[in-house]
């Protein structure tokens, strides 16, 4: 079983800095993207950033360079540098990793339980 805990949310104030962590209970390699997504109660959950096998890594618009995603292979730990925090970022992030095969039907996608990140005006 694959098992994705997240820490590092917290209540800041817009332009404060957060960085985000997730431990993985495999090897990172075996997955062939990592990242991050954030849903608000009541909506969808949305992409925040992702690390691809071979594509590297994507950011979702509303990023606007202020995220960086990356990882430490050897500890098993994917992490997301967020700075210059908005109050529209407020949200339950969550830890992603995913298998991808030929056929999209057999991938496996893996999720955290999600840390609360709070920004205020």
């Known amino acids: 079983q694959v098992q994705l805990v997240e820490s590092g949310g917290g209540l800041v104030q817009a332009g404060e800095s957060l960085k985000l962590s997730c431990a993985v209970s495999?090897?990172?390699?075996?997955?062939?993207?990592v990242g991050w997504y954030r849903q608000v109660p009541g909506n969808q959950r949305e992409m925040v950033a992702t690390?691809?096998?071979?594509?590297?890594?994507n950011y979702a618009d509303f990023v606007e360079g202020r995220f960086a995603i990356s990882k430490d292979s050897a500890k098993a730990m994917v992490f997301l540098q967020m700075t210059n925090l908005k109050p529209e970022d407020t949200a339950v992030y969550y830890c992603h990793t995913q298998t991808r095969a030929l056929s999209p039907k057999y991938d496996r996608t893996y999720w955290g339980q999600g840390t609360q990140v709070t920004v205020s005006s």
């Open positions: 495999r090897s990172i390699e075996n997955f062939d993207v």
């Open positions: 690390l691809t096998r071979y594509e590297g890594a």
